[in-house]
């Protein structure tokens, strides 16, 4: 069993700053790229950003220059600095894994449970 839970989430006013956290946990052999995602009401889930295990990254255009993503490999763990929030980042934050268990061939995808992000005065 893999489980990823996230923490961090909540209400920020515009222009403000949260940091979310994902932590991975389970019989894990190995992680390949870990991410997040976000699914705003009415829209479809969106790659924010995502980050290899050698730590490249990819942004989406909207969140560049505002949001920065790492991971501490050591601790299973993925982070996502969020700052200058405005109202349309507003979104259920999810955080997802590349990830082989011990004992598995290949890899296969991990999903959070979500976490709310609220930006609104």
């Known amino acids: 069993q893999v489980q990823l839970v996230e923490s961090g989430g909540g209400l920020v006013q515009p222009g403000g700053s949260l940091r979310l956290s994902c932590a991975a946990s389970?019989?894990?052999?190995?992680?390949?790229?870990m991410g997040w995602y976000r699914q705003a009401p009415g829209k479809q889930r969106e790659l924010v950003a995502d980050?290899?295990?050698?730590?490249?990254?990819k942004y989406a255009d909207s969140v560049k220059g505002r949001f920065t993503i790492s991971r501490d490999n050591a601790k299973d763990t993925v982070y996502l600095q969020m700052s200058s929030l405005k109202p349309e980042d507003t979104a259920v934050y999810y955080c997802n894994a590349d990830i082989q268990r011990v004992g598995v061939r290949y890899a296969y995808d991990y999903w959070g449970q979500g976490t709310q992000v609220t930006v609104s005065s």
């Open positions: 389970g019989n894990i052999f190995s992680i390949n790229a």
């Open positions: 980050i290899t295990s050698g730590g490249s990254t």
